[in-house]
């Protein structure tokens, strides 16, 4: 029998040099940045591709990785050639021709949508992972398929239940942690409106896993309570961006309570990030602040000054709400102190869409909520600017920041300008929570709207889809 165990990737581990493997990840994200991919590379990822794991990289990472070693191809970088391992029809040899695909066949009820099908995005380019298609196809398909079924395949039907422990292994845990990358890269290319009842699938199939399942080895049970945690934050972001805030404060809360259980800091400081976000959202400040505190207790010892800096604009952002102005511009000081560190292997994956353009949009919320209309719409432009335009719900928010600023300040056609781009890229994304503040700027504009730029913003937000 002829034998299937990965083969290590030296070369690649040599071209790696001396740095770390998050040192390593870190130079791969910003690569993958400056020529507009997105990729979600972390020392794991690094740890597994010199593994020879991952025997041939996505689409994304193989342009990141020409880009990175001018020159050289992928062959030279030590993988194999891409029929071999992504499931093609082409002849194979050697034990090739016997391995089994670690990505399972995608059922027929999971056929993926014709790219110009009119009201379904066409499928995307850049999935996050090498072994996302089953995923991403799940994802994009009618409301009849479950996610679940795809995003967890051994999870048939009874397979886990409180009499029956399941064994979870690798491939479980894997498509766990790839069903967070592919919520996280879908709202940011369509928003959260028409995802939310289907993420929620996978969560149950996770949740169901820790239940009943058991693992042979601790890092594996470690993984997965990892994965199902930040599959609870990333669900209940996608609730609380669609508008659903008491259930995305169940979300969050399900992911504290795993990250207790499993003693994961860093899990603990996602899900008090995003109830800190949450409660400002939801008019609780006090709470804001207290959750964005409590982030950044469990994040100390994690070593991302990024993370830190992220908690501290959600502190800030909670004193806002109180109309502590000097409280708000100390945690201001300190975020720009951390960001200003830069990048670091300990930053956590999830953390890809934090740049300069997500501080700057920040410090407008900030802000704004102190009345300070100018300065807040400064910073939303320059937010707007910096923006990558893969980020498309960002950018569709940053741009009705902008409006609602520009419009409480009295600057009526720069609003309703602001307004007209937010509601162009709205033609790609769905947030209910972006439909929310164009619909105050609208209500602010109306006493303008026999002025142009006025005019056209108010018909064009109230024009049927």
Not at 272 to 294: H, I, K, W, Y
Request: glycine share 8%.
């Amino acid at each position: 029998m002829v034998s299937t165990r990965a083969v290590p990737n030296l070369v690649f581990r040599q071209l790696r040099g001396q740095r770390s493997p998050g040192e390593f990840a870190a130079a791969v994200r910003r690569v993958a940045r400056e020529i507009g991919e997105q990729v979600a590379c972390d020392a794991r990822y690094i740890g597994r591709v010199e593994a020879g794991e991952i025997r041939c990289p996505n689409y994304a990472y193989e342009r990141v990785f020409l880009r990175m070693f001018p020159g050289l191809t992928l062959a030279d970088m030590g993988f194999a050639a891409r029929e071999t391992v992504r499931g093609r029809r082409t002849a194979r040899t050697g034990h090739e021709a016997h391995r089994t695909p670690r990505t399972p066949t995608v059922p027929a009820q999971f056929s993926p949508f014709p790219p110009d099908r009119p009201g379904h995005p066409a499928p995307l380019n850049h999935p996050n992972h090498e072994e996302s298609d089953v995923l991403r196809r799940a994802f994009m398909t009618s409301g009849g398929a479950t996610v679940a079924a795809a995003a967890l395949p051994a999870l048939g039907a009874g397979a886990a239940s409180a009499t029956t422990p399941w064994r979870v292994g690798e491939a479980e845990v894997d498509a766990v942690e790839q069903a967070v990358r592919q919520i996280r890269l879908l709202d940011d290319r369509h928003g959260a409106d028409g995802l939310y009842r289907q993420a929620a699938q996978p969560l149950r199939a996770a949740y169901a896993l820790l239940d009943a399942g058991t693992t042979a080895r601790r890092s594996t049970s470690d993984r997965l309570h990892a994965g199902a945690g930040e599959l609870a934050i990333s669900v209940g972001w996608l609730a609380h961006d669609s508008g659903r805030l008491d259930r995305a404060r169940s979300h969050y809360t399900e992911a504290l309570a795993t990250a207790r259980l499993a003693g994961d800091a860093a899990l603990e400081s996602h899900a008090f990030c995003n109830m800190s976000f949450l409660a400002r959202d939801a008019g609780r400040p006090r709470e804001a602040v207290r959750t964005a505190q409590a982030g950044q207790q469990a994040a100390r010892a994690l070593g991302s000054p990024r993370l830190l800096a992220l908690l501290a604009l959600r502190e800030a952002g909670g004193r806002a709400g109180l109309g502590d102005r000097a409280g708000c511009e100390q945690a201001l000081g300190r975020a720009h102190a951390y960001f200003g560190y830069g990048e670091s292997g300990a930053d956590p994956e999830w953390m890809t869409f934090f740049v300069e353009a997500e501080l700057e949009m920040l410090e407008a919320q900030c802000w704004s909520a102190l009345s300070q209309w100018d300065r807040a719409a400064g910073h939303a432009r320059r937010a707007a600017a910096l923006q990558d335009p893969h980020f498309t719900r960002n950018l569709a928010l940053y741009h009705a920041q902008l409006a609602g600023d520009l419009a409480r300040g009295g600057a009526p056609d720069e609003a309703a300008t602001a307004g007209l781009r937010a509601l162009a890229l709205l033609d790609q994304v769905r947030s209910s929570r972006i439909q929310s503040m164009l619909a105050q700027t609208a209500r602010m504009l109306r006493p303008h709207r026999r002025t142009g730029q006025v005019a056209a913003f108010l018909a064009r937000r109230t024009a049927p889809a």
